[in-house]
């Protein structure tokens, strides 16, 4: 067994970890549990602003964190135009699910040709920082995807429960004739949402590149703990996907401590089935 100090510190590295799995599955959750739309282009959204977020900060000196200003506009106006064409078209789904699962191919292979498909680590002063908490040490990057997971969890917990928009898009989730009897624009609200969680894929993606190391192939290696994440934490929902992921964070970190690292894969797909089949109408 490992010490306890080992214990506290593998605990703390798994919230960290499921706060980037939680920030991941947001937009997703939300894109699946609204729009009734899978969108695996979210995961290429991410990694493509990642690589942004290295191209800012390596050729033009930008600050990490300043260069949310670019590419967060920027990924919005992608994910509500990706959202017109599908939306112009009308897919189902499962039409949806292969069309980004398209999209992420050419995502990947653009990346490759720009970035090549080498490993890159962004290199900034946020990298190294970290400071000390009794016997634990908290590295900087992963603190601020904690708190940037949490605080936009929250927000978009709040739009939704407290705010018309909210509202209507719960309602037109869940009715979309009769709420556009009521007067909900039903186009307007999704194009708004699909947007926003392109927003929050790029969000994401600069955490990304603040804690990891990036290669182009690393997009579908995310796709499964982040799907678990998601269908744990209930389609549509702003905070389940991140609670889900810290369960899961925190149930691999504890398992790389007490086992090995390569039992840690099965902890999150064990809680999924596990979770599906005792209440098979989770999501």
Not at 51 to 74: E, H, K, N, W
Not at 83 to 91: E, I, K, P, Q, S
Not at 226 to 244: E, I, R
Request: net charge positive.
């Amino acid at each position: 067994m490992p010490s306890l100090g080992l214990l506290s510190q593998a605990i703390l590295s798994g919230v960290f970890v499921g706060a980037l799995y939680g920030l991941l599955g947001l937009g997703l959750g939300l894109s699946w549990g609204l729009l009734r739309l899978i969108n695996l282009a979210h995961f290429a959204f991410a990694f493509l602003a990642a690589y942004l977020c290295y191209q800012l900060v390596t050729a033009v000196g930008m600050d990490p964190l300043a260069t949310l200003v670019v590419v967060v506009p920027a990924f919005f106006v992608l994910g509500a135009g990706l959202h017109a064409v599908m939306a112009r078209f009308a897919l189902t789904p499962f039409n949806s699910l292969l069309l980004t699962f398209g999209l992420t191919a050419i995502v990947e292979a653009v990346i490759q040709w720009v970035w090549t498909a080498d490993f890159r680590r962004m290199e900034s002063h946020y990298g190294q920082a970290k400071f000390r908490l009794g016997e634990l040490y908290v590295p900087v990057p992963e603190l601020i995807t904690l708190v940037l997971s949490v605080g936009l969890s929250l927000a978009v917990w709040a739009v939704l429960r407290h705010t018309d928009v909210g509202r209507a898009l719960r309602a037109a989730a869940e009715d979309g004739p009769i709420a556009a009897a009521f007067g909900v624009n039903r186009r307007l609200h999704a194009t708004l949402l699909a947007g926003t969680c392109a927003a929050l894929a790029a969000v994401a993606g600069v955490c990304l590149a603040l804690t990891a190391t990036l290669a182009p192939s690393q997009i579908y290696a995310w796709v499964g703990v982040v799907f678990a994440a998601v269908m744990l934490g209930g389609l549509g929902s702003a905070l389940g996907p991140l609670l889900a992921g810290v369960l899961i964070g925190v149930s691999e970190a504890v398992t790389m401590a007490v086992t090995a690292p390569s039992w840690a894969p099965i902890v999150s797909f064990t809680l999924l089935i596990t979770v599906l089949l005792l209440r098979p109408g989770r999501t």
